[in-house]
């Protein structure tokens, strides 16, 4: 091996290393964002450099030989969110705040007639009556009830949940368990919709996209989409949001690992070019 392989290597160290620090930056950045998951840094081996293959043993006395491989640095396999842990509810008292307990995801239209997945639940109603996110104006998803008879038809298509804020007798609502929405009147409560929830077979190939929003992609599957406290879903929990997942003292030690890993791979490199150096001179 020579030492612009160790180098290489130093290099590659240096990169990862760099690439851990900016996940668990990410990750202690957004420990108060509701719903946040926390990334984790998958490393791997680089591809080895072979300088002797193995051989098999040669008749009775002479053993094989194993092969003689060097390595050449370290890559990263990939960024994997952690889906599996949930984070603490904590009551909030705000009607428009959902948590949800278990492992779905809420469904948002971006108007544009695509879907946007979420755990952050700080939901709020817009002046048309609305269930929407209120920083991108996405609305919740579900099962809108006839406004007569409160039933939910059988078979119904999702579509933005809204509330009957045009009726003078509406005074408030609030969600149950099961996703149900129910409004109160004057003259008593009314079921008004149920906020549907969505689950993907492979949650971690979900892509980020920004204000807590997940996308789906051919690596997470299709969403199966369906009743809270139905299908693993899990139920809801009214006036409470799901606070990150995020472990303070595991994301430290993680920055400390790194910290001095970052500096090995540097002391590392240092070397390497000091004894090159050395070895320029001589030449």
Same mark, same amino acid.
Request: aromatic share 6%; hydrophobic share 40%; proline share 5%.
């Given at each position: 091996?020579t030492l612009t392989?160790?180098?290489?290597?130093?290099?590659?160290?240096?990169?990862?290393?760099?690439?851990?620090?900016?996940?668990?930056?990410?990750?202690?950045?957004?420990?108060?964002?509701?719903?946040?998951?926390?990334?984790?840094?998958?490393?791997?081996?680089?591809?080895?450099?072979?300088?002797?293959?193995?051989?098999?043993?040669?008749?009775?006395?002479?053993?094989?030989?194993?092969?003689?491989?060097?390595?050449?640095?370290?890559?990263?396999?990939?960024?994997?969110?952690?889906?599996?842990?949930?984070?603490?509810?904590?009551?909030?008292?705000?009607?428009?705040?959902?948590?949800?307990?278990?492992?779905?995801?809420?469904?948002?239209?971006?108007?544009?007639?695509?879907?946007?997945?979420?755990?952050?639940?700080?939901?709020?109603?817009?002046?048309?009556?609305?269930?929407?996110? *209120? $920083?991108? =104006?996405?609305? %919740?998803? /579900?099962?809108?009830?006839?406004?007569?008879? +409160?039933?939910?038809?059988? !078979? #119904?298509?999702?579509?933005?949940?809204?509330?009957?804020?045009?009726?003078?007798?509406?005074?408030?609502?609030?969600?149950?368990?099961?996703?149900?929405?129910?409004?109160?009147?004057?003259?008593?409560?009314r079921t008004i919709?149920?906020?549907?929830?969505?689950?993907?077979?492979?949650?971690?190939?979900?892509?980020?996209d920004g204000q807590?929003?997940?996308?789906?992609? *051919? $690596?997470? =599957?299709?969403? %199966?989409? /369906?009743?809270?406290?139905?299908?693993?879903? +899990?139920?809801?929990?009214? !006036? #409470?949001?799901?606070?990150?997942?995020?472990?303070?003292?595991?994301?430290?030690?993680?920055?400390?690992?790194?910290?001095?890993?970052?500096?090995?791979?540097?002391?590392?490199?240092?070397?390497?070019?000091?004894?090159?150096?050395?070895?320029?001179?001589?030449?």
């Amino acid at each position: 091996m020579t030492l612009t392989n160790a180098m290489g290597s130093a290099l590659s160290g240096l990169s990862a290393q760099q690439l851990q620090l900016d996940v668990i930056g990410d990750n202690l950045a957004n420990s108060s964002t509701p719903g946040f998951r926390t990334a984790r840094v998958d490393f791997e081996s680089a591809l080895a450099e072979t300088i002797r293959l193995g051989s098999e043993p040669e008749g009775s006395s002479l053993g094989g030989v194993n092969p003689l491989q060097i390595g050449t640095g370290v890559e990263v396999g990939g960024i994997t969110r952690t889906f599996d842990v949930p984070g603490v509810i904590q009551p909030t008292g705000v009607a428009g705040d959902l948590a949800i307990d278990g492992q779905g995801f809420f469904i948002l239209s971006d108007g544009e007639g695509g879907l946007a997945y979420t755990r952050d639940g700080s939901f709020g109603v817009d002046a048309a009556g609305v269930f929407i996110d *209120p $920083s991108t =104006g996405f609305a %919740v998803q /579900g099962l809108m009830a006839d406004p007569v008879t +409160g039933i939910i038809p059988a !078979g #119904a298509a999702l579509q933005d949940v809204a509330l009957p804020v045009s009726d003078p007798t509406f005074t408030g609502f609030f969600v149950q368990a099961d996703g149900t929405l129910v409004g109160t009147f004057t003259g008593g409560n009314r079921t008004i919709a149920r906020v549907e929830l969505a689950r993907f077979v492979n949650p971690e190939g979900l892509e980020r996209d920004g204000q807590g929003f997940f996308r789906e992609t *051919p $690596s997470s =599957g299709a969403p %199966v989409t /369906g009743d809270p406290g139905a299908g693993g879903l +899990g139920t809801l929990v009214g !006036g #409470a949001l799901e606070l990150s997942n995020v472990d303070f003292t595991e994301q430290f030690g993680a920055l400390i690992s790194a910290q001095r890993a970052f500096q090995s791979n540097a002391r590392v490199l240092n070397r390497a070019d000091q004894l090159l150096e050395d070895l320029v001179k001589i030449v």
